[in-house]
């Protein structure tokens, strides 16, 4: 049986795949995976192109960000019509409608939480 031969990987690959993972809500171990890599080689290869002094970590997906960031709320006027949750099953050609009073949301979560077990 022939020995196992060590890949070889170019510079230009190496830096492609390394700054794959750089992006936001990447993980190291996807790219790996979709580029057929072992997770520690890539992670190597990585921490290889970290800027010298980069005091700066990058930020894993579900990571707390460092940076606030103001999004504007936008309120929804409240009528008295229109103010129903309304949940809607399909399973092949039936459909069930289930409509729930906006002032029971908490009671409807719940059942819907049971439900769906």
């Known amino acids: 049986m022939p020995g196992r ?13 390394a700054e794959e993972c750089r992006r936001p809500g990447v993980s190291i ?5 979709a580029n057929s890599l ?12 970290d800027p010298a ?8 997906p579900g990571a707390p960000s460092e940076e606030f960031v103001a999004l504007p ?10 103010s129903d ?5 399909r399973r092949g050609a039936m459909t069930v409608t289930i409509t ?8 409807c979560a ?3 939480r049971e439900w769906l077990r």
Do not use: C, H, M
């Open 73 to 82: 709320l936008v309120a929804t006027p409240k009528s008295a019509e229109g």
């Open 29 to 33: 171990a996807s790219v790996a995976l």
């Open 100 to 107: 729930w009073p906006a002032q029971a949301a908490g009671d």
């Open 38 to 49: 072992n997770a520690n080689l890539l992670r190597k290869w990585v921490s290889e192109r």
């Open 110 to 112: 719940a059942w819907l």
């Open 5 to 17: 031969r060590r890949r070889r990987y170019t510079e230009e690959f190496k830096a492609k795949v």
């Open 85 to 89: 949750i309304r949940i809607e099953l």
């Open 53 to 60: 002094g980069s005091s700066a970590p990058a930020l894993r």
